[in-house]
């Protein structure tokens, strides 16, 4: 059973600070992750990917990947309201089905 | 370049009825997969289409079914409605190339009565 797991949070951070979301996965075969934000009532907007050991910066966003300890994290520098959302981790397999995982609340307080 | 598009958005049925949900894909992606997203479950993944085969399955009950059609355009078909199948249904689109980036439409509103 093919698995990614991500804290639920609620996660809390005030404004300008960095947020910093986790996301652990089981299958050692997974190549490229995928960070997914989802605001309420909306459908997830994809962020970033990454696939290659190391991290991977897009504007405020910087994700790290980990392949030997299956870990893949996504940093928000300066924290904004407008970040507040949902962030889902995402990994597929070779057949291109995406594995979830259950996403982190994240509050960002002005 | 226009993004995955889903129609209706919203929609209200009744337990017994079934529905009908279609996706467009953008423009040039082949690959359309099919969720599920309740707050108790997360993101439940449907069925993948891909050159009008349905490549991988959920596991979900064979109530729920899909296709795809030529022009890559997929419907995703719910019969015998239960309550439980009131969710937000999302379509995503992949080109697939080497990363394989999966783009989602705005979803659709299924409540069931």
């Known amino acids: 059973q093919k698995e990614v797991e991500q804290n639920s949070g609620p996660l809390s951070v005030p404004e300008g600070a960095i947020a910093s979301l986790n996301c652990t996965y089981s299958d050692r075969g997974s190549q490229s992750f995928f960070w997914y934000r989802q605001y309420s009532g909306k459908s997830p907007e994809l962020i970033m990917f990454?696939?290659?050991?190391g991290d991977k910066e897009d504007g405020r966003f910087t994700a790290q990947l980990n392949k030997a300890s299956q870990y893949v994290s996504l940093l928000i520098r300066d924290s904004q309201p407008s970040d507040s959302a949902t962030y889902l981790c995402?990994?597929?397999?070779?057949?291109?089905?995406?594995?979830f995982g259950t996403g982190t609340s994240l509050t960002v307080i002005p | 370049k226009a993004g995955v598009t889903q129609t209706p958005r919203y929609l209200i049925k009744t337990r017994g009825q079934q529905v009908t949900l279609s996706c467009s894909p953008i423009?040039?992606?082949?690959?359309v997969s099919w969720y599920q997203q309740t707050p108790g479950q997360g993101l439940q993944f449907l069925f993948e289409?891909?050159?009008?085969?349905?490549?991988n399955k959920g596991n979900f009950p064979g109530r729920f079914s899909g296709r795809q059609f030529s022009n890559s355009r997929s419907e995703m078909n719910v019969s015998t409605l239960e309550l439980g199948d009131s969710a937000l249904y999302l379509c995503?689109?992949?080109?697939?190339?080497?990363?394989?980036?999966?783009?989602f439409g705005p979803g659709t509103r299924l409540t069931v009565l």
């Open positions: 995503a689109s992949t080109y697939l190339d080497s990363y394989n980036e999966q783009f």
């Open positions: 990454i696939y290659s050991n």
């Open positions: 423009s040039g992606h082949r690959s």
């Open positions: 289409y891909f050159s009008e085969t349905q490549r």
């Open positions: 995402a990994a597929p397999d070779p057949g291109n089905q995406f594995y």
